[in-house]
């Protein structure tokens, strides 16, 4: 599947919209650190993310200790940030409520 990466102007324009996630990786990815109770409150979210990833077919890089998780998002196809990871963003964050 074909998609665009974000130019710099539009980058700004749909980050504005998401103030918990930072750009990294000179723009091409954003990323979000969560912290939850514990394991199995982290390990509940990363399994709701994980079904929302596999119905959108677009997957996260993330990493998890114990009660903390760290989203990276990113468009391999695009090589860089693209409306994909915008979507995927807030639909992660809309699980947490
Ligand atoms: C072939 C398959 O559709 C692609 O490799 C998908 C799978 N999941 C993906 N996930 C992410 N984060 N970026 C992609 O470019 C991507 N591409």
């Known amino acids: 599947m074909s998609v665009e990466k974000l130019s710099e102007e539009e980058r700004k324009t749909w980050l504005s919209a998401l103030p918990k996630w930072s750009l990294a990786r000179d723009g091409d990815a954003i ?3 969560f912290e939850f109770d514990d394991f199995s409150e982290a390990f509940g979210f990363m399994a709701r993310v994980a079904l929302i990833a596999e119905k959108r077919d677009h997957h ?7 009660n903390k998780v760290e989203i990276t998002l990113t468009t391999h ?3 860089g940030l693209s409306l994909r990871d915008v979507k995927m963003a807030r639909k992660i964050d809309a699980l947490l409520g």
């Open 60 to 66: 996260p890089e993330w990493f998890n200790v114990y």
């Open 77 to 79: 196809d695009a090589g």
């Open 31 to 33: 990323e979000r650190k």
